[in-house]
T-cell receptor, first 112, second 115 residues
Framework: DAKTTQPTSMDCAEGRAANLPCNHS???????VYWYRQIHSQGPQYIIH???NNETNEMASLIITEDRKSSTLILPHATLRDTAVYYC?????????????FGQGTRLTINP | EAGVAQSPRYKIIEKRQSVAFWCNPI?????LYWYQQILGQGPKLLIQ????????DSQLPKDRFSAERLKGVDSTLKIQPAKLEDSAVYLC?????????????FGEGSWLTVV
C-alpha cells in the first residue's frame, strides 16, 4: 500500500505557483520523498526527490517539514503543459533496489 | 542519453490470444521493472529484475504472465492467454544504484486492449 496521502484533485491558474501537498506521517528515517508526474498517454516522469532538506531543480521545488511528516511540491510558474497527475512516493533510495509504490496521486489542472 | 525504449506502443488482441512486450532499459541500468497501469489507477509493480535475476514477482499473475531478462539488458513481458481485464498500459522502467537517489526512469508504455 502507498504510504502517502494526497488530495484527489487541484486547480491552478496559468502563471501562478502550484503548491501540491503530500502527507507521509509514517515515513522512516531512511526513506526519501519522490515526486513523479504523468501526463496523459505518457509514462511517469521523475520530478524531484529529497530526504530532509528542501530541494530545487529546473522543474520544481520540494519543501519538506522539519518533522518530515509532510511535504509540498511547488511548480513556481505553472503552464498548461503542467496539467498532469502528480504522485508523491516515499522510498528507500540507497538500500537494495527499492520499487516505487504509487497511490492515486493528485490530478492537477492548470487553467488559462 | 537515450531513455527507456518500449515496443509495441499499441496493441489490440482478442481474449485468449497471446501478446509480448519488449523493453530496452537505459544503458548501464542494472534494475528493470515492469508495471501495469489500469485506466484511472496508479501503476502497480508486476516484476522487478536485478541484472538477469528476479527480485520481486509477488504481484505477477504467473498462470498467464511471464517475463524474462536473459542477458541482463533488455526484457520481454508475455501474456498468454490474455483476458479482458488485462487491458492496461504496461510500463517498463529502469534504475541504477550508481546514480543519485537511485532514481527510476520510465518508458512511454505499451497500451494493450483486449477485446
Amino acid at each position: 500500500d502507498a504510504k502517502t496521502t494526497q488530495p484527489t484533485s487541484m486547480d491552478c491558474a496559468e502563471g501562478r505557483a502550484a503548491n501540491l501537498p503530500c502527507n507521509h506521517s509514517t515515513i522512516s528515517g531512511n526513506e526519501y520523498v519522490y515526486w513523479y508526474r504523468q501526463i496523459h498517454s505518457q509514462g511517469p516522469q521523475y520530478i524531484i526527490h529529497g530526504l530532509k532538506n528542501n530541494e530545487t531543480n529546473e522543474m520544481a521545488s520540494l519543501i519538506i517539514t522539519e518533522d518530515r511528516k509532510s511535504s509540498t511540491l511547488i511548480l513556481p510558474h505553472a503552464t498548461l503543459r503542467d496539467t498532469a497527475v502528480y504522485y508523491c512516493i516515499v522510498r528507500v533510495a540507497n538500500q537494495g533496489a527499492q520499487k516505487l509504490v504509487f497511490g492515486q496521486g493528485t490530478r492537477l489542472t492548470i487553467n488559462p | 542519453e537515450a531513455g527507456v525504449a518500449q515496443s509495441p506502443r499499441y496493441k489490440i488482441i482478442e481474449k485468449r490470444q497471446s501478446v509480448a512486450f519488449w523493453c530496452n532499459p537505459i544503458s548501464g541500468h542494472a534494475t528493470l521493472y515492469w508495471y501495469q497501469q489500469i485506466l484511472g489507477q496508479g501503476p502497480k509493480l508486476l516484476i522487478q529484475f536485478q541484472n538477469n535475476g528476479v527480485v520481486d514477482d509477488s504481484q505477477l499473475p504467473k498462470d498467464r504472465f511471464s517475463a524474462e531478462r536473459l542477458k541482463g539488458v533488455d526484457s520481454t513481458l508475455k501474456i498468454q492467454p490474455a483476458k479482458l481485464e488485462d487491458s492496461a498500459v504496461y510500463l517498463c522502467a529502469s534504475s541504477s544504484r550508481d546514480l543519485p537517489g537511485n532514481t527510476i526512469y520510465f518508458g512511454e508504455g505499451s497500451w494493450l486492449t483486449v477485446v
